[in-house]
């Protein structure tokens, strides 16, 4: 395992969690709701945000890429797709970071034509100084500089997911 300086500590992250929580149960009041897992970067962050919401929420799982290590391609793939209908459902899109904005933007649009009720995007991370494209997430755990993180689902060609800090290695 590589050496790491924390950039947001598990502590800070379980604050946010609980903050964000509360927001999206404020928001959402009693309704069910959908949350749509992007693979595999958000894996932790939808268990997690998901365990502190009272509301009842159903999940399904969508897998895209962009990445070839670390190049960022420009090119968006689904390399797996939700198995049940959205339709009518109040759908929370869970990322882990939104960096280009290619991906979110991607997803909103190829979801948005499944009917949902209604459809929000919630990422872990915010790299504004990165975008592309026009987008914004709903809910943002954290908003950071541009540098390439690792951890708490984030990986760098597939490692370091498991570290339960986010990350970074100083250039
Ligand atoms: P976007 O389409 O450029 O917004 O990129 C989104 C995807 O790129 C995320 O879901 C991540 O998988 C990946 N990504 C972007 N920045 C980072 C980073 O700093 N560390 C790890 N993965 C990243
Ligand atoms: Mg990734």
Do not use: H, W
């Not at 609980?18 to 309704?31: F, N, P, S, V």
């Not at 869970?94 to 649009?109: P, Q, Y």
């Not at 950071?144 to 970074?168: M, T």
């Amino acid at each position: 395992m590589k050496e790491f300086k924390v950039l947001i500590s598990e502590e800070q992250i379980n604050q946010r969690l609980d903050e964000l929580a509360k927001q999206i149960m404020e928001e959402y009041k009693e309704k069910d709701l959908m949350f749509i897992c992007i693979l595999k970067g958000s894996i932790f962050f939808t268990v997690e945000l998901s365990k502190r919401i009272k509301n009842n929420v159903q999940f399904e799982f969508i897998e895209v890429s962009s990445y070839e290590n670390n190049e960022n391609t420009g090119k968006i793939k689904l390399n797996k797709d939700i198995s049940r209908s959205i339709d009518g459902k109040n759908v929370i899109v869970i990322e882990d970071i939104v960096d280009t904005g290619r991906t979110i933007s991607f997803l909103k649009e190829y979801l948005l034509e499944k009917n949902p009720a209604s459809l929000k995007i919630c990422s872990l991370l915010d790299k504004p100084s990165r975008r592309v494209t026009e987008v914004e997430a709903d809910y943002v755990g954290f908003t950071i500089e541009d540098k390439f993180v690792v951890g708490y689902g984030l990986d760098d060609n597939q490692d370091y997911r498991n570290l339960n800090y986010v990350g970074y290695i100083e250039m």
